[in-house]
């Protein structure tokens, strides 16, 4: 008998062990929208709005869009917006039916249906998570990148746009000719200052588009920046069949997280905005030292990881940290010379918070993939690793290991191009180039980093330009492309014959 499938029919009868929302569904109406209904949105931002209509019932239901593949109808439109969070530390799982989103809606081939959502005046806020390459900006500097063809396309043709900063601008505009309501627009994605690049990308654009629209959008449209943190891997066919074989129904939307969760929002909102302080999310004057302290250490050592997993021929997170001479060189890495180059966080020790960090990487229940975290590395290494090594050479300090994490990055694409084999496939936006410079370059590491540091959207003068910077990333790249890369990593780690 096949079992059934998760719906708003089956919320009275779920089976025991399973949360249901705690609230009247059949009565939510949206007031926040999301773009890009991926599994960080289900087991972060929804997971906190279903908190907050448990705590206090309000019109902060959530309209899922979707403007890049994959498809939503037939996963969770066909559950009415409802999945399965499941929480997983080592052997102890935690299955919850998410509820706060109402409906979701495709918009991958044409903006109209995305438009019709975020302009609609019930929206009060648009939060998104749409991935560092979304938001069309040079990660060197966070200015709009006119060099996208996206972005060429929507300054020529703004009516129908294909980017998500000339998604929103539309929905602003058509916002400010019918009803005029304000808007917050949220960005929940990794990047430093996102709110700060999302209004300068979207602002470039309606500097572009003229006619007081940048004007409007000042008064009436705010862009406070976030850090937001929990690690959800892409689910598995191995957790679609866990909720059929231990909860007794199908669920093709299901997602998976880790217990730990936090978000911390900018207090600068246009118009209504939902409390979600009451639910645990920190409102902030400044997210910036917050997030420093995240990207540079749990994404840092996320970035370095994964790497160096790859070249280890490791596959999961929990793999490299299980490996004594990975978790040894990223534990140095972080305390060394990613910490020193922190602000002091509020009510945070900075190495407290590198242990919980590296434990949180530990965990044997999420298959976090090192090629998943690998994916878009390009769009990373800047916040992650660059800003820091940037920070120690204007401190006359050392930056060898984080040197070695940027190795690591070229190696993964470098002995991804043909003259290398190809050895594994990557997705990144540099990879071609990269590639390219592979062919010509060869096994030289030294041209090899000449020419990927000669990659300006990447790589700033202060270091494509620092002699130091770029030996240091030679010497590493040479050790991880030849053939023995763990060899060299003990020989950087002092562990060498151990």
């Known amino acids: 008998m096949t079992p059934p499938r998760l719906g708003v ?147 020529a043709d703004p009516e129908h746009p294909v980017s998500l900063p000339g998604i929103l601008l539309r929905a602003l505009e058509m916002r400010r000719a019918t009803h005029g309501r304000p808007l917050t627009l949220v960005s929940c994605d990794n990047i430093p200052a996102n709110g700060a690049i999302l209004q300068s990308v979207v602002g470039a654009l309606a ?85 420093h302290l995240k990207m540079r250490v749990l994404n840092g050592a996320q970035t370095a990881l994964c790497y160096q997993g790859v070249l280890a021929g490791l596959e999961h997170t929990f793999d490299d940290m299980a490996d004594p001479l990975l978790a040894r060189f990223v534990r140095r890495m972080l305390v060394e010379e990613s910490v020193p180059t922190l602000e002091p966080v509020p009510g945070i020790a900075p190495l407290a918070y590198v242990d919980e960090s590296l434990s949180r990487l530990r965990n044997t229940a999420i298959r976090h993939r090192n090629h998943q975290i690998a994916t878009d590395g390009s769009q990373k290494i800047v916040q992650r690793l660059l800003n820091p090594i940037r920070d120690r050479i204007r401190a006359g300090a050392s930056f060898d290991l984080l040197a070695a994490a940027v190795a690591g990055w070229m190696a993964y694409l470098v002995l991804a191009s043909e003259r290398f084999g190809r050895r594994w496939t990557v997705d990144d936006p540099f990879a071609g ?41 030679a010497w590493h790249l040479a050790g991880f492309i030849g053939p023995d890369p763990m060899a060299h990593l003990a020989r950087v780690t002092g562990t060498a014959g151990a």
Not at 207 to 228: K, S
Not at 436 to 446: K, L, N, V, Y
Request: aromatic share 6%.
């Open 433 to 473: 180039r990269v590639a390219a410079i592979a062919d010509t370059a060869g096994a030289d590491p030294r041209q090899l980093v000449a020419g990927i540091t000669a990659i300006d959207a990447i790589f700033t003068p202060e270091l494509s330009g620092n002699p130091r910077f770029t030996a240091s990333v």
């Open 207 to 291: 500097d572009h588009r003229g006619g007081g629209l940048a004007a409007w959008i000042e008064a009436n449209a705010a862009f406070p920046g976030t850090m937001v943190d929990r690690i959800a891997p892409a689910p598995t066919e191995l957790d679609r069949r866990f909720v059929v074989e231990r909860l007794g129904y199908r669920d093709e939307a299901v997602v998976v997280g880790e217990p730990f969760r936090q978000w911390v929002i900018e207090n600068r909102f246009a118009g209504r905005f939902p409390d979600f302080a009451r639910v645990g999310a920190e409102l902030v004057e400044d997210v910036e030292v917050f997030e």
């Open 9 to 155: 029919s089956m919320l009275g009868s779920l089976p025991a062990g399973v949360t249901a929302p705690r609230y009247d569904r059949a009565a939510l109406q949206a007031g926040m929208a999301h773009v890009g209904v991926g599994a960080f949105h289900r087991t972060h931002q929804a997971e906190f709005a279903d908190d907050l209509l448990a705590d206090r019932f309000d019109r902060w239901g959530i309209v899922g869009v979707n403007i890049r593949p994959p498809l939503l109808a037939e996963t969770l439109g066909a559950q009415d917006g409802l999945y399965t969070r499941l929480l997983r530390e080592d052997d102890r799982v935690e299955a919850r039916v998410i509820g706060s989103i109402v409906r979701v809606v495709d918009s991958a081939e044409d903006a109209a249906p995305a438009l019709a959502v975020l302009a609609a005046p019930e929206i009060d806020v648009v939060t998104m998570t749409v991935t560092e390459k979304g938001y069309c900006h040079i990660p060197a500097t966070g200015a709009l990148d006119p060099g996208r063809a996206e972005i060429a396309h929507d300054i």
